[in-house]
């Protein structure tokens, strides 16, 4: 009996000390956020827009156009911050919002060009918000982002957040998240890349249809948006990150220049090595590929070694244009989205407290050298192109 009372009397404390589900919340009390925009208002105010999810109109079998019903609604509200905005939204919603599930947010080019840290602090601070959300930065509002459609989703969040994970395919626009700007705002010398978003309208579409698509990529020098680079300037930044994991590199057919042919990319890698040469600092930038002839728009026959050996020159030269255009524009705005301060660190430590001090000045004058070294393997299942030419050397017809 003593042993019995000996075991009940610390499970009962046990029972009491154990917290249950004091901090609870009923799913029909919250209004789950998908996707969140932030703009600034004229009067200086503010703006967040809200994607939250409906899910009654999600677990219908009807389609969004059939029923008339959208699988989500989008609160906007003003506040002097951004704390303040998403509150305010409340006096719209009867449901709290809640944030542990949005994988999107969406910055105006108007707001990053004065710079994002403030507005991103909340995000970072609170710990209801993920640190790998998906960022963006639209050229419009980005309360236009938050409430266009997307065909192949109920949910435009979620199509958001897969045109981010599928950025490997082309490689053309970087795939970013909140904690990775958060590490360079901690770092004094990394700057930061974004990916950009638009809504276009297709010439053969309603005007009242639009689609949402990757374009561009914003450059953040600190927190401060200083520019674009186009597709090709920001894969000559992958190419130095070693980001590059696919995509196409189109060249000039040889022996038809007129003509186009599409090498695809297998695998890629690059590393960075830094030299301090009489006080001057040369980065020596070396990338390997490995390439599959994947098209020819062209009639002449490249499956043999000397149309491999000058198409792996085109695609060194291709890949030496792309990271040189990209290394000159970002050394005009002093903007290290390259990470070279790192691997100067790391090479030079007793040296590096004299650099850092001014390394945007150090930035600018960095000697680059890229060397590339491309392979290419397999031609398809085609020897010949499909319209060889005949024996007078034009194309059969």
């Not at 490249?302 to 290394?327: N, R």
């Amino acid at each position: 009996m003593r042993r019995k009372i000996t075991l009940i009397i610390p499970t009962i404390l046990l029972l009491l000390l154990l917290p249950g589900c004091w901090n609870r919340r009923e799913l029909n009390t919250m209004a789950i956020v998908e996707a969140v925009g932030v703009d600034r208002a004229n009067d200086g105010q503010i703006v967040v827009s809200l994607q939250i999810l409906k899910p009654s109109a999600i677990k219908s079998s009807t389609s969004e156009k059939a029923s008339g019903t959208k699988s989500v609604w989008v609160v906007t509200s003003k506040g002097e911050t951004v704390f303040d905005a998403i509150r305010n939204a409340s006096l719209q919603t009867d449901r709290k919002a809640y944030f542990s599930h949005n994988t999107v947010y969406v910055l105006s080019e108007e707001l990053a060009r004065n710079g994002i840290s403030d507005e991103l602090d909340l995000f970072s601070r609170d710990s209801e918000f993920r640190k790998l959300t998906y960022v963006f930065i639209t050229r419009r509002k980005a309360e236009d982002i938050i409430r266009s459609d997307y065909e192949q989703e109920k949910i435009p969040a979620q199509a958001i957040e897969k045109l981010a994970k599928v950025t490997y395919a082309a490689s053309k626009v970087p795939k970013v998240q909140l904690i990775d700007l958060l590490k360079n705002f901690a770092s004094k010398t990394n700057d930061s890349i974004v990916p950009g978003i638009d809504i276009i309208q297709e010439d053969n579409k309603n005007p009242n249809e639009e689609s949402l698509k990757l374009d561009g990529t914003a450059i953040l020098k600190r927190d401060r948006m200083v520019g674009w680079f186009n597709e090709k300037e920001t894969r000559g930044v992958l190419w130095v990150l070693g980001k590059v994991k696919s995509g196409i590199i189109d060249i000039a057919t040889p022996g038809n220049e007129s003509k186009k042919s599409g090498i695809e990319i297998i695998r890629a890698d690059s590393n960075v090595v830094p030299e301090l040469v009489d006080g001057n600092l040369i980065m020596t930038i070396n990338v390997r590929l490995d390439g599959n002839l994947g098209e020819e728009m062209g009639s002449s026959d490249l499956v043999k070694p000397e149309s491999f050996d000058e198409i792996e020159k085109q695609i060194d030269t291709d890949i030496k244009e792309e990271i040189s255009s990209a290394v000159s524009k970002a050394q005009n705005w002093d903007v290290d989205i390259f990470k070279f301060a790192p691997d100067v660190h790391r090479k030079y430590p007793r040296e590096w407290p004299e650099l850092e001090r001014n390394w945007r000045e150090e930035f600018r004058k960095i000697q680059i050298n890229i060397i590339v070294d491309a392979k290419l393997h397999w031609s398809g299942y085609l020897k010949k192109p499909v319209q060889p030419k005949n024996t007078e050397g034009e194309v059969a017809q």
